[in-house]
């Protein structure tokens, strides 16, 4: 018997991608620091970026960047270590207690990726025998952790709960989780949270929210997908949010009751065995929290940026998902026409991605746009007018 060469199986793989239009690439792209605002250069080319999640741009206010580096020049740059061997510091305990303060949450534990975050939970709560089901719009890493708890994964069609209901009578003696994010990373659009909230209570299934692009835009204050469908840690009991995005830093929390984060202190391995977020960054993000909360205009600037998007391109014929976030899709179907049309977005001076399958469904590829807080009006307009004449 010959063994199959990993490698070449490998390289095989590349071949069949780069047929397909589906190679993904690394690119640089670099801050354009004498301009600031939404600006990176690619390459010597300046560029209008819509492609960062960055909706509050809060990741180069000159409070964050003092507070790092005031932090820094304390404490260092590195924890060090885990947090169960002497990488906790204060900045992080300051963290957790800050989110659980304006989550509504007893409790908050940090990871250092959203990624992690939910291998941790789902392999933390689920094991053989268990059930959890999931939107099939779901980001991977919630698909991965329940595959990672060896449970039975059963996905419904999109945003369809009388589909999770089936799904979870299917094994009506099981031990159930039901996960879904909150605000849809690909389609942007929001969960039937509270309808999903309600089946739950039903079924006596646990309900998990991914809330990593809703945290931080809505709600009144900023507290994400829940605070804006006005559920709470008893109707929702775990909540998964990222720091990268909104908040502008770095890394990931669960909340949710003491129970829940005592537990996955000692049964999440994706927080037990690996280093612990920078300290620095902790601190950082301790003041973004702040800057989300309290500065509502950059909220109601964003939300008036999405507003001027959607009834643009709805004027200009262009078809975008019905999303009412800022995440804001355009499908343009093959992955040769998206490839296509993000490259003349960029030639017109628009940095705009191409996302394509397998992160999207089979033929359904697009151009997502984001928005941000640091977009102007007039950059809207120009973003607008350019795709009108690349999409034709």
Known sequence: MIRADLLERLAARQRERAAAQLLRRLHVLDVDVATGGAWVVDDGHRLLDFASNDYLGLARHPALIE????A??????????????GGHRDEHARLEHGLAQWLGRERVLLFSTGYMANLGVLAGLLAR??????????????????QLAGCTLRRYRHADVEGAARQLDAQPQAAALLASDGVFSMDGDIAPLRELAALCRAQAALCMIDDAHGLGVLGADGGGSLAWAGLGQREVPVLMGTLGKALGTFGAFV???????DGLVQQ??????????PPALAAATCVAIDLARGDAERRSTLAARIEQFRAGARARGLAVLASPTAIQPLRVG?????????????????HVPAVRPPTVPRDQARLRVTLSALHTQAQVEQLLDTLRKVLA
Do not use: M
């Open 334 to 350: 093959s992955s040769e026409a998206a490839l296509g049309a993000a490259a003349r977005l960029r030639e017109a001076g628009f």
């Open 129 to 146: 025998g268990d059930l959890c089901v999931q939107d099939r719009l779901n980001h991977a890493s919630l698909i991965d952790g329940a």
């Open 72 to 85: 820094a020049r304390v404490v260092g740059v590195g924890a060090g270590a885990a947090h169960l061997l």
């Open 255 to 261: 909340a949710g009751s003491a129970e829940l984060i």
């Open 67 to 70: 507070a790092l580096g005031r």
């Open 268 to 277: 999440a391995r994706s927080f037990i065995y690996t280093t612990a977020l």
